[in-house]
């Protein structure tokens, strides 16, 4: 596989504080790997990604943030509706 060397660069962070989860490992690791990976999408050149954990009287918080333009006021209700696409160049034409 070629690098292209010339590309900006992303900087990912990562401020991870030791933390047992427990429940479906499978789920928790997919959802987790969804958030990063739109988090790196939609991160601009030489934007910044960060992982942080933190625990607190035994619950655990995860955080993930970049330097992306993040998602529009008018739209922020829409994420948690099943199936949304946001963007509309990934949405795919209904049948």
């Known amino acids: 596989m070629a690098h292209d060397l010339e590309a900006p660069l992303i900087c990912i962070q990562a401020r991870l ?4 989860i427990r429940g479906a490992r499978m789920l928790a690791s997919h959802a ?3 958030l990063i990976d739109d988090a790196i999408k939609y991160t601009p050149p030489s934007g910044t990604v ?12 995860l955080s993930i943030a ?4 993040g998602i529009p ?3 922020r209700e829409r ?6 696409q946001l963007d509309p ?3 795919t034409p209904e049948a």
């Open 50 to 61: 960060t992982v942080a954990t933190d625990v607190d009287a035994g619950w655990v918080r």
């Open 17 to 20: 504080a030791p933390a047992v």
């Open 79 to 84: 994420v948690f509706t099943r199936f949304v």
């Open 73 to 75: 006021i008018n739209q």
């Open 32 to 34: 987790v790997v969804n």
């Open 89 to 91: 160049s990934r949405a």
């Open 66 to 69: 970049n330097t992306g333009l």
